[in-house]
């Protein structure tokens, strides 16, 4: 009787490891997280689902809840107009106090106009628009007088004018038919187009637009990387394919998911490759057509970097011959002595300058303002 019990216990402890082992392997095998990807990338899951170790969900059907409760609210325009003419004030100030200084003196003879005519050309103002401003002031100063209350207040006005107060500098990022607005941004490597493209949907986000971003820039991990990161800080889907792919189609995917979810604006980050012009008109040439299978392109950026100079200059010149640049955005203009820069662009190219960037920060750019700009110029 003895040995039948000791047999009993040990096939029911047999039964119970082996009952305990199944359970162990069957929650091992559903913690696994499902397998495949997708083109979308959503924002990050909240922190229940983090702390929770629970899958998140595939990230293309992922809606308004799975973004993060620290998602960040970025600036709206007014303040980064303040800083506007903060940063610019001290970047730009030498070449207003400058000018000052010299229309200022007790006699404006031909040395003091040449000097004047110095100062703008090392600013980038360009050899035209320089010469067209100096006959200004100097028709203008002999008509009014030269005391240095008139002088600051002509300068002021005829330096606004040298910039342009009649172009519309809006940039148009909804669309009609209830498509989205499409906004490409070009321009080459190194200029800060793809930060560009994250800035410019903080600006969107803050002023409660709904936005998607394409990652077109496939030939770049770090830039598909980067991009995708913006999108997470402000809850907003980037759209991405794999390295190497093809540019047009993520585009197309791109405007695609925009449709599909009633999206505000799709903003497409391109490749900036100068190494081979006619293989970069191809191939933004392309996504642009493919695009507009779908929808109208809007907007066409160009974004310069300010430091460059005349390089930026000719750089400027490539890509209006490949599309149809619609607007100018004016990256590291804090960083530049030389903003003349702002008036030889728009008078080479004949679009305005719609949008500056003014330092490093995520909330460091803003809406050019021509009365903003020139009031920084002069302190």
Avoid at 284 to 297: H, N, S, Y
């Amino acid at each position: 009787m003895g040995d039948w019990l000791y047999l009993i216990i040990a096939i029911a402890v047999v039964g119970v490891l082996t009952l305990a082992g199944l359970l162990t392997s069957g929650r091992r095998r559903r913690a696994i997280p499902p397998s495949g990807g997708t083109d979308v990338i959503a924002p990050p899951p909240t922190e229940t689902e983090t702390a929770t170790g629970a899958p998140p969900e595939p990230a293309v059907d992922a809606g308004p809840a799975a973004a993060a409760p620290t998602v960040e609210r970025p600036e709206g325009t007014a303040s980064r107009l303040v800083r506007l003419r903060q940063r610019l004030s001290r970047s730009q100030g030498g070449l207003g106090q400058g000018l000052l200084a010299l229309l200022s003196r007790d006699r404006l003879d031909e040395d003091t106009w040449e000097a004047i005519e110095d100062t703008l050309l090392t600013a980038d103002v360009g050899v035209a628009p320089t010469q067209a401003l100096v006959e200004r002031l100097r028709t203008r100063l002999r008509v009014e007088g030269g005391q240095a209350p008139d002088a600051r207040a002509v300068l002021r006005e005829e330096l606004i004018e040298l910039v342009g107060t009649d172009l519309d500098r809006r940039v148009q990022v909804t669309g009609a038919d209830g498509k989205p607005g499409v906004v490409l941004v070009v321009g080459v490597n190194g200029a800060g187009k793809t930060t560009t493209v994250g800035k410019i949907a903080r600006i969107l986000v803050a002023e409660d637009l709904t936005v998607t971003l394409g990652a077109a820039d496939t030939f770049r991990a770090a830039a598909v990387d980067q991009l995708a990161t913006w999108g997470e800080r402000v809850g907003v889907e980037v759209v991405r394919g794999p390295e190497g792919g093809d540019p047009a189609s993520v585009a197309f995917e791109a405007v695609k998911h925009g449709l599909d979810n009633g999206v505000d604006t799709v903003l497409i980050d391109t490749a900036g490759r100068l190494q081979n012009k006619a293989g970069l008109m191809d191939e933004l040439g392309k996504v642009k057509r493919v695009i507009e299978k779908q929808a109208p392109v809007t907007e066409v950026l160009l974004v310069l970097d300010a430091t460059t100079g005349q390089n930026g200059l000719i750089q400027a010149r490539v890509f209006s011959e490949i599309v149809d640049v619609t607007g100018i955005v004016l990256t590291k203009l804090d960083g530049s002595a030389k903003g003349g820069i702002v008036v030889q662009v728009q008078r080479e190219l004949g679009v305005p300058v719609k949008l500056v960037g003014l330092g490093e920060g995520a909330d460091d750019m803003a809406p050019f303002d021509a009365a903003a700009f020139v009031d920084a110029l002069l302190g």
